[in-house]
């Protein structure tokens, strides 16, 4: 019983982990390096928020949010596309200079130190049978899930989210369409790196972290946008559902795999998904309503 | 086997589909085609758009794997073969979506053909062949270009020629006249002739039916993926089941073109799609 | 979809949009490549005649400089020639150091440091460096290779992260991977910098060989255009994990030969993504699929990572990825991937290049204007990949 609390809870995080990098690569065809970091810093924005202001954790969360989405849109908007129509290497070269620097900076503001946050709520549970259910990781959860429903409301109900989808499927078509590119792509980056704040403020409860964490939850991203295919957000909540599984229970099957091989798990993974089946498990191939 | 090897009376099969079905998520995109092609001849393939005319020509070609039913080259099954074997066997493509070396200007386009799809030609040698193919197909002047500084009728040349470098055996070509003028059509028609003449087997995917029915031999008709005639041009343009399933009412609108010539073909190709 | 350029094709020789690739091929056609590699060889003449300064400082810093060359040259086989982004090159660097330090600890024997077997027990983790790298490439290249753009490169990237992990969990070498094997002290300290140099040489021969031979025109077709590439009769499969083994051997001897350098190595310095990014930065700040774009683009990169390092005050460690110099990669990835993502080679060419002669570009013979004509072009190059 426990372990499937476990992995249902887990698997609901990591669709918050990589709910943001799933929406730029599937719209923009970017694959961002820095997407780790973006997790890490909202964790330390959260943390920021948290201690001095002595505020829950939970709405430090949206502090994460907030000032990831400015981040993001500077990024974006100032760096990002000047190169968005070069070579996929070009992009992905700049993700991962972005990802040295904001690491770096996390570096020298914070040292390297573990932190967590610690909540208000810490140790509380409902037990459930046999299983106990952290109230944080509960709560966790659900944020994780009410964003995933709250960005595919937002894609398939509103204009602006029609417009990221159209610009998505066909750049040039939404040009002809009127819609202005620059300020679409900057928005929509702006939305993952919020969704990568939510997620650093949910993590920071429940794991230790430290600047150089990031790298882990952007090749853990990939790997589940991989087994969920690039198809909508609820893919996400699949492939981090199958990933959750997979990091739960290998370590039953195989107890000398388990801790320390974390990133070993993840690349295995995705190897292995992208070479039985490049579309991901349920995936289609681009974002849609 | 044939007493006679010349090309007109000698019947023999180069190149034979049986059965083949190509399936993209479900739907057929080619079901189950069956038809063999003799050395030698001009064989047209028409068919609206989406007729799966292209997905043949890739399961012929080997960028795309059927789902069921085999390809025979020669009498031997190829339908395993990765593109570059059967390249090696003799087997010349064009693509409809042009796919030049960018980077590469168009002389260095035409030698790769040359390079690689023939065995043991030298880096000159195969800039050698690479320049008469160009003399060939009329881009002897543009060849220092590069592979994305080409017209639309020239990337359609540069297809042809790239395909012809490699010595096919047998040569298809997938809509290599669309967005021609008339003028450019009837040289391209010259152009199939006399490679033919060279004893080159071709296969003529085309949508200008004018074009297909002066070139071909035979005609093969494609709709939904399914044969529906396979004949001699006069015959099949003529079948009331073509007529309706393809040329239908827009028969008499290419009726309507043939007698305005300054209307260019490309116009009522598209009234085809 | 193909953009129109009709009448103008035949005489104007800017394309519209700079290609990915551009001018990569420039070294292919004509005697380009003549000036390429005696360009090379006068860039590797003066390193090797730097020592005679007499300056340890300068030699050392150059070490790691003409280190990098090498790493450099070696992933512009896969990544500059063949287009495949591969992001964990640093995989066969740090099995190159880890055979070596393997080699030197496997032979307890040997205790006097003075032992003559130990320079062989060097040569042997060289050669079993070279041997694994190069079965790992295949192995690994043969699956992923097939991935495209993206899935590649993340894969690449994974592999990295996968061995350095596996590396310390198995504690090769020593606990947590912690290799300090007992290297013999070399009087000659000087044969680390001639065994680069020495690399970087044999990597521009074949480069320059790669430049026009039947290889490399297959690489670039499959560069330029697989799919075309494939239907042409290229065995492309082969020709990829060819390339992609290529690029693994000298890399893996650089790790090697830096293992003995160091005298004392982690996995986490030895697979870290730094070194894997600097090998692409570099490249593409010299110039991706060129001859000399990877030399070129080393030397200004590390010259400048270590000058400075100098002058913030801090100490030039040889991969001195801990404070600050991430920063400095970061920013200059940034600055690269905006303003020369196309290399300082081909900016250099598309500035010198002349119009057509008659061409609608051409705009009088004065220096004066082929100057302003050739910052336009150049201009016009950099601006390409924005939106
Ligand atoms: N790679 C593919 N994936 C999915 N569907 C495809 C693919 N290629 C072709 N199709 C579908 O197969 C059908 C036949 O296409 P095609 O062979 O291009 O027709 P034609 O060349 O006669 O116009 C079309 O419905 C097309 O959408
Ligand atoms: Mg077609």
């Not at chain 1, 990589?18 to 924005?45: D, E, K, P, Q, R």
């Not at chain 3, 060289?126 to 690994?140: D, H, M, R």
Request: glycine share 10%; charged share 15%; aromatic share 10%.
């Amino acid at each position: 019983m426990q372990p499937i609390v476990d992995w249902l809870l887990l698997g609901s995080f990591y669709a918050a982990v990589a709910l943001g990098f799933s929406l730029v690569w599937g719209i923009m065809n970017i694959i961002n390096l820095a997407h780790g970091v973006f997790i890490i810093t909202g964790a330390y924005i959260a943390y920021q928020v948290a201690t001095n202001l002595h505020l829950s954790p939970f709405l430090a969360l949206f502090f994460s949010m907030g000032m990831l989405f400015a981040l993001g849109w500077i990024i974006q908007y100032g760096i990002i596309n000047r190169v968005i129509r070069g070579p996929l290497l070009v992009t992905f070269l700049l993700t991962f200079g972005l990802e040295l620097l904001l690491t770096d900076t996390l570096q020298n503001l914070f040292t390297s130190d573990n932190r967590f946050i610690n909540s208000t709520i810490e140790g509380a549970g409902i037990n459930l049978g046999s299983a106990h259910i952290s109230l944080v990781r509960f709560i966790s959860a659900a944020i994780a899930i009410v964003l995933t429903a709250a960005l595919a409301a937002f894609l398939s109900r509103t204009r602006l989210g029609n417009a990221i989808l159209a610009t998505g499927m066909d750049r040039d078509a939404a040009r002809l369409m009127g819609i202005d590119i620059r300020q679409i792509y900057a928005l929509t980056f702006a939305i993952s790196a919020a969704l990568a704040g939510a997620a650093g403020a949910l993590l920071g409860q429940m794991q230790a972290f430290y600047p150089t964490r990031g790298e882990l939850f952007t090749l853990r991203s990939f790997a589940i946008v991989v087994l969920g295919g690039l198809g909508t957000p609820w893919a996400v909540v699949a492939g981090g559902m199958v990933f959750a599984f997979i990091e739960t229970f290998l370590p039953v099957v195989l107890p000398r795999v388990g801790v320390g091989y974390e990133n070993a798990v993840a690349f295995a993974v995705f190897v292995i998904v992208l070479l039985v089946r490049p579309t991901g498990l349920f995936g289609k191939a681009f974002y849609s309503q | 086997m044939s007493a006679n090897l010349s090309p007109p009376t000698a019947s023999e099969t180069i190149l034979e589909l049986q059965h083949v079905t190509k399936r993209y998520g479900g739907l057929p995109a080619v079901d189950d085609v069956s038809f063999a092609v003799q050395r030698g001849e001009v064989l047209g393939v028409i068919g609206p758009n989406g007729a799966g005319k292209s997905t043949m020509v890739s399961l012929i070609g080997g960028s795309a794997a059927p789902t069921s039913g085999k390809v025979l080259f020669q009498g031997q099954a190829i339908n395993t073969l990765p593109p570059h074997r059967r390249a090696h066997l003799g087997i010349g493509r064009t693509f409809q979506l042009t796919q030049p070396f960018t980077g590469l200007d168009i002389r260095e386009n035409v030698m790769v053909g040359a390079f690689f799809g023939r065995r043991g030609l030298s880096r000159s040698q195969a800039l050698h062949v690479a320049d008469e193919v160009l003399a060939r197909v009329g881009l002897a002047h543009k060849a220092t270009l590069k592979g994305d500084q080409l017209t639309v009728a020239d990337r359609k040349r540069l297809e042809v020629a790239r395909a012809l470098a490699m010595d096919p055996r047998i040569l298809l070509l997938d809509e290599v006249m669309a967005g021609l003028t008339p003028a450019e059509v009837t040289d391209a028609i010259e152009l199939i002739r006399s490679i033919n003449r060279d004893g080159v087997t071709v296969l003529v995917v085309e949508h200008i039916v004018r074009a297909i029915a002066s070139v071909s031999d035979r005609v093969l008709v494609l709709h939904h993926g399914r044969k529906i005639a396979e004949d001699t041009p006069d015959t099949v343009l003529s079948d009331p089941k073509v007529i309706e399933a393809y040329l239908g009412e827009r028969y008499a609108k290419q009726k309507q073109a043939e007698k305005d010539p300054a209307q260019p073909a490309s116009e009522w190709m598209e009234g085809l799609a | 979809m193909p953009r129109e350029t009709s009448s103008t094709a035949s005489n104007s020789p800017v394309a519209g949009s700079g290609p990915a690739s551009g001018d990569a091929t420039t070294t292919r056609a004509g005697r380009g490549w003549l000036w390429s590699l005696l360009g090379g060889l006068v860039i590797l003449g003066g390193i090797a005649a730097i020592p005679t300064l007499g300056s340890d400082t300068l030699t050392s810093n150059w070490t790691i400089i003409t280190m990098y060359i090498v790493l450099a040259q070696s992933w512009n086989f896969i990544g500059g020639f063949t287009g495949y982004s591969a992001f964990g090159n640093v995989t066969f660097f740090g099995i190159g150091a880890y055979a070596v330090a393997v080699s030197f600890l496997s032979n307890p024997k040997v205790i006097s440091p003075y032992d003559p077997q130990r320079p062989q027990q060097f040569f042997i983790g060289l050669l079993a460096g070279v041997v694994i790298s190069a079965i790992f490439a295949f192995l690994i290249g043969l699956p992923t290779l097939r991935l495209k753009g993206h899935y590649f490169a993340i894969a690449t990237l994974g592999t990295s992260v996968a061995v350095e992990e596996i590396v310390t969990q198995r504690d090769v070498a020593g606990s947590g991977g912690l290799a300090s094997p007992p290297f013999p002290p070399l009087s000659l300290h000087i044969a680390f910098y001639y065994g680069f140099v020495a690399l970087a040489l044999v990597c521009l021969l074949l480069t320059t060989w790669l430049a026009r031979s039947k290889f490399g025109y297959a690489l670039v077709a499959i560069r330029e255009n697989e799919q075309a590439a494939q239907t042409l009769g290229i065995a492309t499969t082969w020709y990829k994990v060819g390339a992609y083994v290529l690029s693994a051997i000298p890399t893996a001897i650089a790790g090697g030969i830096y293992a003995y350098y160091s005298s004392g190595f982690e996995p986490a310095t030895v697979f870290t993504s730094s070194i894997s990014v600097t090998m692409v930065l570099v490249t593409f700040l010299g110039g991706s699929g060129t001859v000399l774009g990877p030399i070129i683009g080393a030397i200004i990169f590390e010259y400048a990572s270590q000058q400075f390092a100098l002058s913030s005050g801090q100490a030039t460690s040889v991969f001195g990825y801990h404070f600050g110099s991430d920063t400095l990669l970061g920013v200059a990835i940034i600055i690269v991937a905006i303003a020369l993502p196309q290399g300082l080679v081909r900016v250099v060419q598309e500035f010198t290049r002349r119009p057509v002669a008659g061409g609608a570009g051409a705009s009088g013979n004065s220096r004066a204007n082929q100057f302003v004509e050739g910052v336009r072009r150049v201009r016009k190059f950099i601006a390409a990949n924005g939106i």
